[in-house]
């Protein structure tokens, strides 16, 4: 095997030599040296025999970095699989791993792993590290900081080429039961259920080393994995921390019947592919699962059920056994909204251990954004999840919400709301609160080519509906999902209909540029580093500035048929404050181009039945009455682009 470590022996004589470290449970580690940016607690002396669990405890009661990193063992394995794409072969997964030496032989360590089809293809991060292997061929660099940091503590860390990329083996799916188990069969491996060998001898390695105990982390496509997994059920996988990821890849590509975009699962396939070191032809698996996702009807068929991890057909939420950490970001426009909101309530549903931050981001990761607090408490997480060391992290509120910018809430439960509170459109273009309005059409001429950018501005305009609330007396926290129910009519044989909500008024909002954030010169250090391998990243910075509006939330629908639907349409969840003096708009149009596939592309006359149509809000706080107040709502050219949504769906979950 190919190896660049402490062998056992030396470990031993090491441990024997050291003196002057208080362990959590005894065994005696090599001292280490950290980050010039975290120094190391100062961990008191005291005589403890060796035992089996590997860690110390500094004195703010987390694990200390006292393990070399520069020194520690850095291996391949390949994990067989099953046959997942039907060649008559098992799969070799790649496993690269990276454990403290000290403790080859002498303790078992928990696994931190990020699984990911990125690692070859389109990197990791926000500076889209790859992984690199020495002249050898050993692991030299992991992406992302969670070895420099982990490994010094007694983990060890094991990235995972998922099935079709890196190293592995097998084609990618799109999220179905390749891409799933061929990181499961990993986690099976490191708890004694699965075999895996040397790349170089072929002879069989096995995972004595730790355990059994695996966290797996990652963002978008990366938690996507730890998602999905963990909807299996597989033993020893004991939490995860999904970032910005999906639960449901029907949520991901579309919207009650619309695709986002045509031909999708055909692009990400192939684009994940890309990179790959093991020669494969997918083509034909790729063309199959394209025609599977049935772009032409829009249906939630038997393709999207096996990829919900919600409540699918080969995965589901009452499966899973591992404690969940859900992080997203609220104006997250790559993976939506409903992805973490569904999952989040679906595990509750079945009493799963969980925990939510929220933040007004894109799709951005916390450790980016908020690195200080964000390695803190991940850090205590772990400890507590994969190790048992009872650090309050579960006593703290379970719900951390950004609801404006830097300014947090948090709570026990989530959504955070007293009702749901109905509001009626009015032909005048007013929205009052109230179940039900007066019968009374209001209609708009489809324009093909419209975003909602362009049609939440003031103006006349034939081609959407714009209501407004008069002006909020209180402050009002809207959380979770808003939807409109109303009763449409058309004349198209697919029709489609977009609704939206929008925060009219000025203030500082985290822009939806870049994210929502800058990458900075400066560099901060989170851990050891090691060769090529540093553990200093860019620092990140939201970007800030004052806008006239903000869009909280779009819902999209297909109408099949021409006539008259009645029809929900939910929009993207969303958790933020509106001040008192703002106002509410409702934006409903047909074609919402560059959001959604295009279904009708004439000049349709559509209408509303005022009386049968609301707009639900889940609030939290006062919300009576309105006063009247001029319109908030600006002119087009008056609007700062920074506040406007990205007008493109072709995205990939990175």
Not at 131 to 160: C, E, I, M, S
Not at 161 to 187: E, F, I, R
Not at 606 to 629: E, Q
């Amino acid at each position: 095997m190919r190896v660049h470590h402490v062998r056992a022996k030396q470990a031993a004589a090491a441990v024997a030599a050291l003196t002057g470290l208080a362990l959590a449970a005894g065994t005696v580690p090599a001292a280490a040296v950290p980050a010039a940016d975290v120094p190391a607690a100062d961990v008191p002396a005291a005589d403890v025999p060796a035992a089996e669990a590997p860690y110390v405890l500094d004195d703010d009661g987390v694990t200390a970095p006292v393990y070399d990193y520069a020194g520690a063992i850095r291996e391949s394995v390949d994990v067989i699989a099953p046959d997942l794409d039907g060649d008559g072969d098992a799969e070799e997964i790649r496993a690269d791993i990276i454990r403290p030496a000290e403790l080859d032989g002498v303790a078992e360590v928990p696994v931190v792993m990020d699984a990911s089809p990125y690692y070859a293809c389109c990197g990791r991060g926000n500076e889209s590290e790859l992984k690199q292997y020495d002249a050898a061929g050993d692991p030299a660099l992991f992406p992302l900081y969670y070895d420099n940091w982990f490994v010094p503590r007694g983990y060890a860390y094991v990235a995972v080429d998922m099935a079709g990329t890196g190293w592995s083996t097998g084609c990618t799916d799109h999220g179905g039961p390749s891409d799933m188990l061929s990181v499961k069969a990993v986690v099976d491996w490191l708890n004694g259920r699965a075999t895996a060998v040397d790349p170089d001898t072929g002879e069989p390695v096995d995972a004595d080393w730790t355990t059994g105990k695996t966290g797996m982390i990652g963002k978008s496509y990366d938690g996507t994995l730890a998602n999905g997994v963990a909807a299996t059920g597989v033993e020893g996988l004991e939490t995860i921390v999904p970032i910005g990821a999906i639960s449901s890849w029907y949520d991901y590509d579309r919207a009650q019947g619309l695709p986002f975009s045509a031909n999708y699962p055909r692009f990400l396939m192939g684009y994940v592919a890309g990179g790959r070191h093991v020669a494969t032809d997918c083509s034909a698996i790729t063309e199959a699962l394209n025609t599977a996702g049935d772009d032409t009807s829009g249906a939630h068929n038997a393709f999207w059920a096996q990829r919900d991890y919600r409540s699918g057909s080969l995965f589901d939420a009452s499966q899973v056994t591992a404690s969940v950490f859900v992080v997203h970001g609220a104006q997250d426009t790559n993976v939506d909204t409903p992805n973490f909101s569904r999952w989040w309530t679906a595990l509750g549903e079945q009493g799963v251990e969980r925990k939510l931050w929220l933040t007004r981001l894109g799709h951005v990761d916390p450790f980016d954004s908020d690195r200080a607090e964000w390695v803190d408490t991940l850090h205590r997480w772990f400890d507590h999840e994969l190790l048992g060391v009872a650090n309050g992290v579960t006593d703290e509120p379970a719900v951390r919400v950004e609801v404006a910018p830097n300014e947090v809430a948090t709570s026990d439960t989530w959504p955070v709301m007293d009702r749901t509170a109905r509001l009626r459109p009015r032909a005048d273009g007013s929205l009052a609160l109230g179940a039900r309005g007066r019968a009374a059409d209001a209609g708009w001429v489809n324009a093909p080519n419209q975003t909602f950018n362009t049609a939440l501005a003031a103006g006349a305009n034939p081609n959407r509906l714009l209501f407004r609330t008069g002006t909020l007396t209180d402050d009002l926290r809207l959380s979770g999902a808003a939807s409109v129910t109303t009763t449409v009519t058309h004349g198209a044989a697919t029709g489609q209909i977009t609704v939206g909500l929008v925060d009219y008024g000025v203030m500082d909002r985290v822009l939806t540029s870049g994210e929502g954030a800058t990458t900075l010169g400066t560099e901060s250090c989170y851990g050891e580093s090691a060769g090529v391998d540093d553990a200093c990243y860019r620092d990140v910075v939201r970007n800030i500035g004052s806008t006239e509006l903000q869009v909280l939330g779009r819902g999209w629908a297909r109408l099949d048929g021409a006539g008259t639907h009645t029809v929900t349409v939910e929009m993207q969840t969303n958790d933020l404050v509106v001040p008192a003096g703002h106002q509410l708009g409702l934006v409903v149009m047909g074609t919402d181009r560059g959001a959604t596939v295009t279904v009708d592309r004439a000049a349709t006359q559509y209408s509303v039945d005022l009386g049968a149509t609301t707009l639900n809000l889940p609030v939290s706080g006062p919300m009576t009455s309105f006063t009247p107040g001029h319109s908030l709502v600006p002119d087009a050219a008056d609007v700062t682009r920074s506040a406007l949504l990205p007008e493109t769906r072709v995205v990939v979950p990175r």
